[in-house]
């Protein structure tokens, strides 16, 4: 009999202990699957799926941030008035889409209705097609009765500048002034002159030996900085607009440009007045000028030869004298 008591209070002893046991594991499993922190419990209700149209934007959401090209460390940036190697992506970029060939740049006898020449009309549509509007100017605004003049200076002679310079502070007219390494080295004074009344620096480039589209793309592009550079260190200023010398470019060339920051300018008139020991009537000089005027005439000039300082102030008072006003390109 005793030992049947003792039998059963050892069972049953032995079953409290597994039921406390098993009261305690589920407790403990409990705390642990139960949300922490304030995390919001799983309710029955569940979120709509998701639209066809929202799961592939998603997609291409995910799938373009995967095959967005990196940036390199340099790209086609100015800060504090200097502009900064135009590299990596970008300028391959450039050189995969664009034509390297060298062209050059048309002046078309032919006028349309408003005296422009009818094939660089065309043209300027051209590029503004393929670089966006207002990358590239041929003429300023056709809309009104506007001349613009422009000066391209490689070489100084007899100090021709400076006395064109007198010559525009008298006539109160602002000109762009496009200038090279060359110049800019061997006629400092002059370039802060030309900044300092109110004119406007343009570009053509460090290299003269050649058209700057002969150049390979990463020449070209370290060639327009380095030239960048000697301006800001020059005069603090930042040149915004460029110009092809030996009238020679390439659309690959103008790509990197408008990438760069520029405007890239050309013209609607000119003269063979670069030459210093050409020998050339003003009186019809002035006549040829005349003769092309329009509405958002650009002007391509040199003063190397002296019959442009002396065609010049004639032209600005004829301009004014048919209600014309020189601008600022």
Same mark, same amino acid.
Do not use: W
């Given at each position: 009999?005793?030992?049947?008591?003792?039998?059963l209070?050892?069972?049953?002893? !032995?079953?409290?202990?597994?039921?406390?046991?098993?009261?305690?594991?589920?407790?403990?499993?409990?705390? =642990?699957?139960a949300?922490?922190?304030?995390?919001?419990?799983?309710?029955?209700?569940? +979120?709509?799926? +998701?639209?066809t149209?929202?799961? +592939?934007?998603?997609?291409?959401?995910?799938?373009?941030?995967?095959?967005?090209?990196?940036?390199?460390?340099?790209?086609?940036?100015?800060?504090?008035?200097?502009?900064?190697?135009?590299?990596?992506?970008?300028?391959?970029?450039?050189?995969?889409?664009?034509?390297?060939?060298?062209?050059?740049?048309? $002046?078309?006898?032919?006028?349309?209705?408003?005296?422009?020449?009818?094939?660089?009309?065309?043209?300027?549509?051209?590029?503004?097609?393929?670089?966006?509007?207002?990358?590239?100017?041929?003429?300023?605004?056709?809309?009104?009765?506007?001349?613009? =003049?422009s000066?391209? =200076?490689?070489?100084?002679?007899?100090?021709?500048t400076?006395?064109?310079?007198?010559?525009?502070?008298?006539?109160?007219?602002?000109?762009?002034?496009?200038?090279s &390494?060359?110049?800019?080295?061997?006629?400092?004074?002059?370039?802060?002159?030309?900044?300092? +009344? /109110? &004119?406007?620096?343009?570009?053509?480039?460090?290299?003269?030996?050649?058209?700057?589209?002969?150049?390979?793309?990463?020449?070209?592009?370290?060639?327009? !900085?380095? $030239?960048?550079?000697?301006?800001?260190?020059? #005069?603090? !200023?930042?040149?915004?607009?460029?110009?092809?010398?030996?009238?020679?470019?390439?659309?690959?060339?103008?790509?990197?440009?408008?990438?760069?920051?520029?405007?890239?300018?050309?013209?609607s008139?000119?003269?063979?007045?670069?030459?210093?020991?050409?020998v050339?009537?003003?009186d019809?000089?002035? #006549?040829?000028?005349?003769?092309? $005027? &329009?509405? /958002?005439?650009?002007?391509?000039? &040199?003063?190397?030869? #002296?019959?442009?300082?002396?065609?010049?102030?004639?032209?600005i008072?004829?301009?004014?004298?048919?209600?014309?006003?020189?601008?600022? =390109?």
């Amino acid at each position: 009999m005793k030992k049947n008591l003792r039998t059963l209070l050892i069972s049953g002893g !032995i079953f409290i202990v597994a039921a406390a046991f098993t009261i305690f594991c589920g407790f403990t499993v409990s705390r =642990l699957s139960a949300p922490r922190g304030g995390e919001k419990e799983s309710t029955a209700e569940t +979120e709509p799926p +998701e639209s066809t149209e929202e799961a +592939e934007s998603r997609t291409e959401e995910q799938t373009s941030s995967e095959t967005e090209p990196e940036q390199t460390e340099t790209e086609t940036l100015f800060s504090d008035g200097v502009i900064h190697e135009l590299s990596g992506t970008r300028l391959q970029g450039i050189a995969s889409t664009y034509s390297g060939e060298v062209m050059n740049y048309p $002046l078309d006898s032919q006028r349309d209705n408003k005296n422009r020449p009818e094939q660089n009309v065309r043209l300027l549509q051209e590029f503004s097609d393929r670089f966006g509007e207002g990358k590239v100017k041929i003429f300023g605004n056709t809309e009104v009765n506007a001349a613009y =003049l422009s000066f391209v =200076l490689t070489t100084e002679v007899d100090m021709n500048t400076s006395v064109l310079l007198d010559t525009l502070k008298e006539k109160d007219v602002k000109a762009l002034f496009f200038v090279s &390494h060359s110049y800019v080295e061997a006629n400092p004074e002059v370039v802060k002159r030309i900044v300092e +009344e /109110g &004119h406007e620096l343009g570009s053509i480039g460090s290299q003269q030996d050649c058209p700057i589209s002969e150049l390979s793309l990463e020449q070209q592009s370290t060639d327009v !900085i380095a $030239l960048q550079q000697e301006v800001t260190e020059l #005069t603090g !200023i930042r040149m915004t607009k460029f110009f092809f010398s030996f009238n020679a470019y390439s659309n690959q060339t103008l790509a990197m440009l408008t990438e760069m920051g520029y405007t890239v300018c050309f013209y609607s008139a000119n003269y063979s007045d670069l030459d210093k020991n050409a020998v050339i009537n003003s009186d019809e000089f002035l #006549t040829d000028m005349k003769e092309r $005027l &329009h509405q /958002g005439i650009v002007y391509s000039l &040199h003063t190397t030869n #002296t019959a442009t300082l002396v065609m010049v102030p004639q032209l600005i008072d004829y301009l004014r004298s048919v209600s014309f006003t020189p601008e600022l =390109l």
